[in-house]
């Protein structure tokens, strides 16, 4: 299957402070990510969908001036987490639309690894 | 919106026996998939399903997009104790679209 890649793996800052996620879709290109957010022992949460090209379109409940997603280019969407504080910290993970996968009848997702982020 | 439900939420099995879980939803869905996720990782794709009845195998896992396009069921044989993670059913009513999650079903394999 394609394959997709975050950075970092994981990642400690500090309360106040501002991390950057990267998602690469490293053999194809993905003309739309998404970006979730995942609890223990949960189910994945959909924060963001991220358009190559034009503004990403948020989940209701998710701040978009805290979580900036930029998809400048069709293999490489950034979520930032700005001014983060200890409730921010979570595992994050990003996914990338095949739209060729299933040829004629259809789609899908891969996924990255994801992030761990704690925020101190 | 949709929503679907997993079950079961978790099995305790042991080494060798057969395995079946399956999702529901209130709508209907184009296409079926279902990941594999292990602790600390991101989901990871087993099966796609696109058409309602289709049946598709991957090694000792099966998977089926239901008939009336509003289920889909995905069985393991003769498990082993890798075969350990959270299984998730995820649905797309319609190219483009966000998929909805189910809650997962966590297995346990007893070797």
């Known amino acids: 299957g394609a394959v997709v890649s975050q950075h970092p793996s994981r990642v400690i800052c500090k309360s106040g402070t501002s991390v950057k996620i990267e998602c690469r879709s490293l053999d194809f290109q993905a003309t739309t990510m998404f970006w979730y957010r995942q609890f223990p022992k949960k189910s994945l949460m959909l924060m963001a969908t991220s358009n190559e090209g034009s503004k990403a379109t948020y989940e209701q409940g998710v701040e978009k001036d805290k979580f900036l997603i930029n998809h400048a280019s069709l293999t490489l969407s950034t979520l930032t987490v700005t001014s983060a504080h200890p409730e921010d910290s979570s595992f994050y993970i990003c996914?990338?639309?095949?739209?060729?996968?299933?040829?004629?009848?259809?789609?899908?997702?891969?996924f990255g690894p994801g992030t761990r982020l704690l925020v101190l | 919106g949709q929503q679907l439900n997993q079950s079961p939420q978790s099995m305790f099995i042991q080494e060798g026996e057969d395995v079946s879980m399956n999702c529901t939803s209130s709508s209907i869905f184009n296409t079926w998939l279902w990941y594999k996720q292990d602790p600390g990782e991101g989901p990871v794709l087993l099966i796609a399903?696109?058409?309602?009845?289709e049946l598709t195998s991957n090694g000792r896992l099966t998977a089926q997009f239901g008939i009336t396009r509003k289920d889909s069921f995905l069985n393991i044989s003769a498990s082993i104790p890798s075969d350990v993670g959270i299984y998730f059913c995820?649905?797309?009513?319609?190219?483009?679209?966000?998929?909805?999650f189910g809650e997962g079903t966590q297995l346990t394999v007893n070797p």
């Open positions: 996914s990338a639309r095949d739209w060729a996968s299933g040829g004629a009848l259809g789609e899908t997702q891969y």
């Open positions: 995820a649905g797309q009513i319609a190219s483009g679209s966000r998929l909805t």
């Open positions: 399903l696109y058409k309602a009845g």
